[in-house]
């Protein structure tokens, strides 16, 4: 058995407002260690406004196999971009 | 699945040069030359703290020892990345562990030398860290996505331990003869170690061909080693050491220094256990590991009482 503690995975919000990413893992028995030791490693430079750690099992991935049947009926859509659509001559603030 | 076409979307990717992420398929030996490196490369790391943490209570000034601290700590969290890169390859910790124990892991041959004055950590902080660094930054762009974050991450970090250290050697540079010649001792000592960070030559480096296929290693060791001594023997003039290679001259052709013959016999010896701290290092490792297992398992027991996320 592994003597080193369960994995968690660490995302870091940079500022108040951002987005949490993803920033790696570490082990720790319980989410009270995982996000001291999140903090420890990973906010040494004022890298961090907030912590979220979640149990590595408990993360479900897409598998790299299957991008391109997920992604892939994205790309034939550009009407969902802005810059699809006409503009008649003339018109401001749209 | 058709594994054909897995490993033709490896193929494609490194044509690509798009990261190759934990969970592609890719080939055995990729993961396992992974493995090996970035093991190699954590070990370093915390065998690394080692030298450093010698001289934390000798420090000359509460200024000295409080950088001589984040330093060492940094080295530490830098382990702690690169082991959890490695762990995405389906590698535990456990397990990382106990090949470094059993010597089946290597870290970086460096370690192995003495830090016999404070000096040395000035040596140590410029010379092999910016050794270190010029590897990892060719690093940041290696194929495997884990890897190169976590280099992107130890290079925004090491460049304060690089400067720290020429700061230490520039004081002492500046004090007396006394403290000059300590400065020099410790350039003579580390100098031709540091240049052997960067491995054998190119012509007799027996992991490269596959690693260059697969985009894991982007310079040779002999370029690396050409930079890093391009960019130091300026430092060392600026403040007044002698970098000890008499056969150290510019090559106005190549642009760049020619360099004496590096001692390979020694870097053998000392890489097959036989250098002056192997066993020393290594048995400080086993020591600390044994006697940090009951807080391990008083943390997990603690969880299991208490199991709730």
């Not at chain 2, 010649?181 to 960070?197: G, H, K, V």
Request: charged share 25%.
């Amino acid at each position: 058995m592994d003597t080193q503690l369960a994995l968690w995975e660490v995302f870091i919000q940079k500022k108040s407002g951002g987005d949490h990413t993803h920033c790696g893992s570490v082990h720790a028995s319980d989410s009270a260690m995982a996000l001291q030791n999140a903090r420890d490693i990973y906010t040494r430079r004022n890298e961090g406004s907030s912590i979220w750690v979640i149990p590595s099992q408990f993360v479900t991935a897409s598998k790299a196999e299957e991008a391109d049947m997920l992604f892939d009926p994205a790309d034939d859509k550009i009407y969902r971009h802005p810059t699809f659509y006409v503009m008649p001559e003339g018109a401001k603030q749209i | 699945m058709n594994t054909t076409l897995a490993f033709n979307s490896f193929q494609e990717k490194l044509d690509k040069d798009f990261n190759i992420e934990p969970k592609d398929v890719m080939p055995d030996d990729y993961r396992k030359h992974l493995i090996r490196q970035i093991s190699q490369h954590a070990h370093s790391e915390v065998i690394g703290m080692q030298p450093e943490g010698n001289w934390i209570s000798r420090a000359p000034s509460l200024r000295a020892k409080q950088i001589l601290l984040a330093k060492i700590q940094d080295e530490g969290g830098h382990g702690l990345y690169l082991y959890s890169a490695c762990e995405t390859l389906g590698i535990s910790r456990d397990e990382l562990i106990e090949q470094l124990h059993e010597g089946k892991a290597k870290y970086s041959n460096i370690f192995n030398y003495p830090s016999l004055s404070w000096a040395d950590i000035g040596a140590i902080g410029w010379l092999v860290d910016g050794a270190a660094i010029v590897n990892q930054v060719s690093l940041q762009r290696t194929s495997f996505g884990p890897y190169a974050r976590a280099m992107v991450r130890i290079c925004k970090e090491e460049s304060f331990h690089q400067r720290q250290g020429y700061e230490i050697m520039a004081t002492m540079m500046s004090g007396t003869k006394v403290q000059r010649e300590m400065a020099q001792d410790a350039m003579n000592r580390w100098w031709w170690p540091s240049l052997m960070m960067f491995g054998p030559h190119d012509s007799d480096s027996p992991h490269s061909g596959k690693a260059f296929e697969w985009k894991i290693k982007l310079k040779s060791n002999d370029e690396l080693r050409q930079k890093f001594i391009d960019k130091t023997v300026q430092q060392a003039e600026v403040i007044g050491l002698t970098i000890p290679d008499d056969q150290l001259k510019w090559n106005e052709d190549k642009q760049g220094y020619d360099h004496g013959e590096i001692n390979w016999d020694e870097f053998k010896r000392v890489i097959n256990g036989n250098g002056p701290c192997n066993k020393q290092r290594l048995d400080h490792h086993k020591k600390y590991h044994a006697d940090g297992a009951w807080v391990r398992e008083a943390a997990a027991a603690y969880a299991e009482t208490n199991s709730k996320f």
